[in-house]
């Protein structure tokens, strides 16, 4: 079974400072991972996602994130924040298995407060 | 490219009253649906999926049904409400398979008084 591991439900930095929000999952076979953004009151956004490709991803609004195997994680980063990357993320784990039903397992999700 | 519509936004409805909120995706053939919950505070429960037509699994018993009458179709029901059903519901979409993860609806804001 797949599982997803959020460190810090909430984060804060300020203005220009670097993003980092860690992602540690679990899997039995070799993972498909995603980052996605929420804004208040609306759906989830993509923003990458990695698929046993190049270990460095790269997303939209500048975030990356890289997958490490060898420590379970698939950590997020952003060189500076903006004040507009203020909102709620999430890390999911998916595996497609034999019944390709494609379900995400998500983590508990970090809020991100970016500070003027 | 996909497009998922999701309605009503918010929701107020009384304990005990039925639900049905209703999902349609636009833009692809037999994809596979799913609805979520975001309680205040936590993460996103997986509800049920559908990979086809009358095709429903549930992921979590509760007061919560499913239903996918058409191809593009999915529908969260409930015949009586409880106070623990408030929350963000998301319906989402994958019309290729987890890798290309999903598209979000908008969501509702359901709240049960």
């Known amino acids: 079974a797949q599982s997803v591991t959020q460190l810090g439900s909430h984060v804060s930095v300020s203005e220009g400072a670097l993003v980092l929000l860690r992602c540690n999952y679990s899997s039995s076979v070799p993972p498909y991972l995603f980052w996605y953004v929420q804004y208040p009151n609306q759906g989830l956004q993509l923003l990458l996602k990695?698929?046993?490709?190049?270990?460095l991803v790269k997303g939209i609004n500048g975030f990356e994130a890289e997958f490490k195997k060898s420590e379970t994680s698939f950590h997020l980063t952003k060189p500076s924040a903006h004040m507009s990357d203020a909102a709620e993320y999430f890390c999911?784990?998916?595996?497609?298995?034999?019944?390709?039903?494609?379900?995400?397992?998500f983590g508990q999700g970090t809020t991100l407060q970016v500070k003027p | 490219s996909q497009t998922i519509h999701q309605w009503p936004a918010t929701l107020v409805q009384p304990v005990g009253s039925p639900l049905s909120l209703e999902c349609t995706v636009e833009?692809?053939?037999?994809?596979?649906l799913y609805w979520y919950r975001q309680a205040a505070g936590r993460g996103l429960q997986l509800l049920f999926y559908s990979v086809g037509i009358g095709q429903i699994s549930s992921e979590v018993p509760q007061n919560l049904s499913a239903s996918r009458p058409q191809d593009r179709q999915f529908i969260l029901s409930s015949k009586k409400l409880l106070l623990s059903d408030s929350g963000f519901y998301l319906c989402?979409?994958?019309?290729?398979?987890?890798?290309?993860?999903?598209?979000f609806g908008s969501g509702t804001r359901l709240t049960v008084v």
């Open positions: 833009g692809t053939s037999n994809p596979n």
């Open positions: 990695y698929t046993s490709a190049a270990t």
């Open positions: 989402a979409t994958t019309a290729q398979g987890a890798i290309y993860g999903y598209t």
């Open positions: 999911a784990v998916s595996a497609l298995g034999s019944s390709n039903t494609g379900k995400l397992i």
